[in-house]
């Protein structure tokens, strides 16, 4: 049990000892006044301890969120059980052990009914708010979780988003271009294999645009293309190399993450014949490494770094490992994680969640109205009983707005957690899995 649970108990039975000592008993002796704290610190903590072990493991066991329909049979079960029990055995405790009031015969005879009953109502009231307090704390729990994973779609979102703005640069396009228009005349061979990897190219980028990962081959595979018509633009200004480990080659990487750190390298160094850009490929402890010599071109304005940021922030949807930027006087290197498996990356239509939305606030005015409904008839029929003993206590009318109700709220629960919506929901989707399957 929490601290701050014990606490409470402990305050509320000082507070309970206090009020039936001042109130209820005669002979205000310093004995009497310890005994009241006793008695009420048995109800307090037995009751509290014993409903808030039940709601702990059913919370472990069954979560509102996951098991809704089974929670609330088993909630409703259990509370009635456990609270009889534990009712009649601080009772026990009380009149026959405590104030020695009657002998274990007197007690089991039927002299102490309407005391029990009395009791397990009380007790029942407070299970309740319990119960209803705990599904209250796990709806906040879950509209939070789901905050949470509207904000990673969003995100996912606005960095496939950036993704597509910077594919591939278009001067890019515009330089491979040309250099096809000059090899056209100089090197038609050489021109149809060029015209051959950039199609393979911008079919790589249309495939892979909408993916969350792919693999470290096939990654690999499409650099190596690229730097294909980059080593034919650049000549021997260029020089790439690529050494992946074969354990690397089926795990996965961020899709066109290789052809944004490639582009700049080319876009940040001056490359010349004399001085040639040397770009390294590799993989290490569980990264891949994209490392070239520093030969920084001048620059009209600094650089924006948009497409590093957009390479962090979609890995940052995908996994806690970092992406690590190291820069030296003589190399710049970038190091992306590999995962070793695919994680799985919540997305959702607009339309589709705005139809899970209202139907997750229908089930949850449904859920509320039943524990609003089982709330009231656990506080208004113990007053009717009073009311009905105290006043007329040879004809007990009690009796039948306990069994009317009674049949009321038990139509309510089968109807929210037994065959109501849910539960043709549930049906319809066992249906359509089974066709199918």
Known sequence: MKRKNFIMLLWVSLGTGIFFFLFFTDEKTVDNFFLSILISSLYSFLLGIGNSVINDFLNKKFPWSEATTKRAVLSIVSILIANFI??????????????????????????????????????????????????????????????????????SANAQFETLKNQLDPHFLFN???????????????????????????????????????????????????????????????????????????KYVVPLSLQLLLENCIKHNFATSSKPLIIKVFSENGTLCIENNLQVREQMKESA???????????????KRNVFIEKSKDYFKVKLPILSERPHLMTASPETEDKAYKRARRRVREIKGFYGNLTSYCIVIPFLVFVNLFTDSGYHWFWWPLFGWGIGVASHAFQVFGVGESWKEKKIREIMDKQKN
């Open 176 to 250: 491979s271009l040309n250099v096809l228009s000059s090899l056209i005349d100089e090197n038609p061979p050489q021109a149809q294999k060029f015209t051959a990897s950039m199609s393979k190219i911008y079919r790589y980028v249309l495939e892979q645009k909408d993916k969350e990962l792919v693999t470290v081959e096939d990654e690999i595979e499409f650099a190596k293309t690229y730097c294909g018509l980059l080593k034919t633009r650049f000549e021997d200004s260029v020089d790439f190399t690529f050494e992946i480990k074969a354990e690397d080659m089926k």
């Open 86 to 155: 534990l009712v009649y055995v601080c009772n026990y405790i009380n009149f026959v052990i405590f104030q020695k009031a009657a002998t274990p015969e007197q007690f089991f005879s039927g002299k102490y009914n309407f005391v029990n009953w009395f009791m397990v109502n009380i007790a029942l009231l407070i299970s309740a708010f319990l119960h209803a307090r705990g599904f209250m704390e796990e709806l906040k729990k879950t509209s939070k979780k789901e905050v949470v994973e509207q904000k990673l779609i969003a995100k």
């Open 305 to 319: 770094g948009i497409g590093l940021a957009n390479i962090v922030q979609r890995y940052s949807l995908l996994t």
